[in-house]
Each structure stands twice: as structure tokens, then as C-alpha cells.
């Protein structure tokens, strides 16, 4: 089975852009997790969905980001426009269900550079 | 809230050197308890995991207890390899949680 695939790798952008960052799910999982990884803040979960619902944002930064499930096994994370901070590692990761025996699998991550 | 702490890095071994990578937790209730690898250039990816006290998940040589008196879970390996070269994390889910929680890592560089 294929894992979980993010795109794209690289995204290299200037400030005021639109960036969207793209992740399919493994095929049968209904948890989809977007973390963002900094040298500063370390691993943070931005948001996470249940059965294409989200169930907690807490984590996303403010309204410039926004993230959708618009079926079962894709999700887009957007950002508009996009600012020098935002520049990190994204990662998407799927699991089977919720609770702590529901192991996580990532996807290579998306490295997003905003000039 | 729940957070997870790990030793500072980088830890510089030769091969076949003994490994120990301290993580300690702070979480109400009894939480899951993760180690995850992450290759240069790669996602994460789950080492192993233990969900209650006492247990001991292993994978690939690598052993952690889940120790609820000290709030610890300890990542060792008897003998590492250039192979192992990686950043790892420890991370929790917190027993009413879902998300992933992570300390911020520890990366080890195994020279031959």
C-alpha cells in the first residue's frame, strides 16, 4: 500500500502568495493530522479531522490558514497569503481512528520557503 | 497541559556504541507513549510504542519502558549503527487526547 503522499516537496513562494499544500490519506484511514515542524516551536499539531470533520483547529495560527477534507482521502492545507514565518516543514499524517492505540503514519512533508 | 521533554542534542556515538535518549513526561491520567524516527529528507515514522505502565515496546533494537513512577520512557539500543543516524522523538497522547504531542527531538549521528 502506498503511504501517506504529500505535495508538493519544495514549495518556494514570495510574500502575499497563495500556497496550498496537498495530502492524500492511506487508503481505509479516516484521521488526518497537519502538524507544522520548526527549529524554534518543534512539532505541532495545526489541526486534525475525523470522518472528513474537523474536530480541532486549536492549533491553526490564525485566519490565514485554512484547511479542508473535501472527500474521504484528500486534504488541503492553504495559506493567503503567506508570510516569511510561515516558512517550516509541513507534515499530514493519517491513522485508522482516533485515541491513543491509533498509530499515526506521516507523510514525507511538504518544506515551504516564503521569501 | 501535557508536554514532553527530551535530552538536548546532538548525541555523537561511535558504531556499536550503547544509546540512551532520555524523554520525560508531564500528562494527567495514563498516557500512550511513542518514539518516532525521522530519516534525513523523510517523514516520521513510528519506532515503537507502549500504552500502559511497565509495558516495553521494542523495534529494530531499540527498547523503551513505560515508567509511571519517574514519568519517564527512556529510548536505549545496546549496540547502534551508522544506519541509526536520525533525529528521534518522543511523544505522547494524552489519555482523553488524540493528537500527537512531541518533544523537540534529539538528533543522533553514528560515525563507522
Known amino acids: ?11 518556494v513562494t514570495e ?10 490519506l492511506i487508503s481505509g484511514h479516516n484521521s488526518l493530522f497537519w502538524y507544522r515542524q520548526t527549529m524554534m516551536r518543534g512539532l505541532e499539531l495545526l489541526i486534525y479531522f475525523n470522518n472528513n470533520v474537523p474536530i480541532d483547529d486549536s492549533g491553526m495560527p490564525e485566519d490565514r490558514f485554512s484547511a479542508k477534507m ?5 486534504s488541503t492545507l492553504k495559506i493567503q497569503p ?3 514565518r510561515d516558512s517550516a516543514v509541513y507534515f499530514c499524517a ?22 | 497541559g501535557n508536554s514532553v521533554t527530551q535530552m538536548e542534542g546532538p548525541v555523537t556515538l561511535s558504531e556499536e556504541a550503547f544509546l540512551t535518549i532520555n524523554c520525560t513526561y508531564t500528562a494527567t491520567g495514563y498516557p500512550s507513549l511513542f518514539w518516532y524516527v525521522q530519516y534525513p529528507g523523510e517523514g516520521l515514522q513510528l519506532l ?15 527498547e523503551a519502558t513505560y515508567r509511571k513512577e519517574t514519568t519517564s520512557f527512556h529510548l536505549e539500543k545496546g549496540s547502534v ?7 528521534y522523538f518522543c511523544a505522547l ?20
Open chain 1, 1 to 11: 500500500d502506498a503511504g501517506v503522499i504529500q505535495s508538493p516537496r519544495h514549495e
Open chain 1, 15 to 24: 510574500m502575499g502568495q497563495e500556497v496550498t499544500l496537498r495530502c492524500k
Open chain 1, 70 to 74: 473535501p472527500n474521504a482521502s484528500f
Open chain 1, 82 to 84: 503567506s508570510e516569511p
Open chain 1, 94 to 115: 493519517s491513522s485508522l481512528g482516533t485515541g491513543d492505540s491509533n498509530i499515526q503514519y506521516f507523510g514525507a512533508g511538504t518544506r515551504l520557503s516564503v521569501l
Open chain 2, 48 to 62: 515503537l510504542k507502549a500504552t500502559k505502565a511497565d509495558d516495553k515496546g521494542s523495534n529494530k533494537g531499540f
Open chain 2, 81 to 87: 549503527q551508522v544506519s541509526d543516524s536520525a533525529v
Open chain 2, 93 to 112: 497522547i494524552g489519555q482523553a487526547g488524540t493528537a500527537l504531542i512531541f518533544g523537540k527531538g534529539t538528533t543522533l549521528s553514528v560515525s563507522s
